[in-house]
């Protein structure tokens, strides 16, 4: 999931908390290495001020369920060892359900990765500047203790609260501390297989992969 964030106070806090301006690697700081087999959690999140609701499945590296503001789910299944996988979205008022795989929806423009859609935190795809700070930039209490870290992407940041026990962002706030995305809730007990059930009973059917290959 990609954040809107604000650049207003990057020198301000960056000089003040940043410990040792240390450059660091996102991926070897937000590493899944030893992250629970199995998890669930909730969030909320905001976009252009409004705010949105999320709660997420997540089995291995193998399935992956998201339910946005109870009117969207999102599946995903992934052979093990692979990169490929293919997606389901059920949009459960209008009852469509769209089928498509990773590569066409890279065809199509979007990049969506598994740690994005599983973790909340998108990769930076160019240059950035990633730093640990030594203490929390708000007065916004995370669900659990967390390392906070300053992002930034062209100028814009973000503060990233991430917890090494959950391997997920607990808080994130833009650089004028505004709250964009919050875990409210976490369980790392084994989810239960029906939770990556599919029920589309009387939804209409739409295959994305063949109408890409037909354009």
């Given at each position: 999931?990609?954040?809107?964030?604000?650049?207003?106070?990057?020198?301000?806090?960056?000089?003040?908390?940043?410990?040792?301006?240390?450059?660091?690697?996102?991926?070897?700081?937000?590493?899944?290495?030893?992250?629970?087999?199995?998890?669930?959690?909730?969030?909320?999140?905001?976009?252009?001020?409004?705010?949105?609701?999320?709660?997420?499945?997540?089995?291995?590296?193998?399935?992956?369920?998201?339910?946005?503001?109870?009117?969207?789910?999102?599946?995903?299944?992934?052979?093990?060892?692979?990169?490929?996988?293919?997606?389901?979205?059920?949009?459960?008022?209008?009852?469509?359900?769209?089928?498509?795989?990773?590569?066409?929806?890279?065809?199509?423009?979007?990049?969506?990765?598994?740690?994005?859609?599983?973790?909340?935190?998108?990769?930076?795809?160019?240059?950035?500047?990633?730093?640990?700070?030594?203490?929390?930039?708000?007065?916004?209490?995370?669900?659990?203790?967390?390392?906070?870290?300053?992002?930034?992407?062209?100028?814009?940041?973000?503060?990233?609260?991430?917890?090494?026990?959950?391997?997920?962002?607990?808080?994130?706030?833009?650089?004028?501390?505004?709250?964009?995305?919050?875990?409210?809730?976490?369980?790392?007990?084994?989810?239960?297989?029906?939770?990556?059930?599919?029920?589309?009973?009387?939804?209409?059917?739409?295959?994305?992969?063949a109408d890409i290959h037909t354009d």
């Amino acid at each position: 999931m990609h954040m809107k964030l604000n650049a207003a106070c990057l020198i301000i806090g960056l000089s003040a908390s940043v410990a040792n301006a240390a450059e660091l690697d996102f991926d070897k700081t937000f590493s899944t290495k030893g992250e629970a087999a199995q998890l669930s959690y909730s969030a909320t999140y905001s976009v252009q001020g409004s705010e949105h609701q999320v709660e997420i499945w997540r089995d291995r590296d193998l399935r992956l369920k998201r339910r946005t503001d109870g009117r969207l789910e999102t599946y995903i299944f992934k052979p093990a060892r692979q990169d490929e996988w293919r997606m389901v979205v059920l949009d459960l008022p209008r009852k469509i359900r769209t089928d498509i795989d990773r590569s066409n929806l890279y065809r199509i423009g979007h990049f969506t990765d598994w740690f994005s859609m599983s973790h909340a935190l998108a990769r930076p795809t160019g240059s950035y500047l990633l730093s640990e700070l030594k203490s929390a930039p708000s007065g916004e209490k995370p669900l659990a203790e967390c390392r906070w870290y300053a992002l930034n992407r062209a100028g814009s940041v973000s503060h990233i609260c991430w917890s090494t026990d959950l391997r997920l962002p607990l808080l994130i706030t833009d650089g004028g501390g505004v709250v964009q995305w919050r875990v409210t809730a976490a369980s790392k007990q084994g989810v239960p297989a029906s939770a990556f059930k599919i029920n589309d009973a009387g939804f209409v059917k739409n295959d994305a992969n063949a109408d890409i290959h037909t354009d």
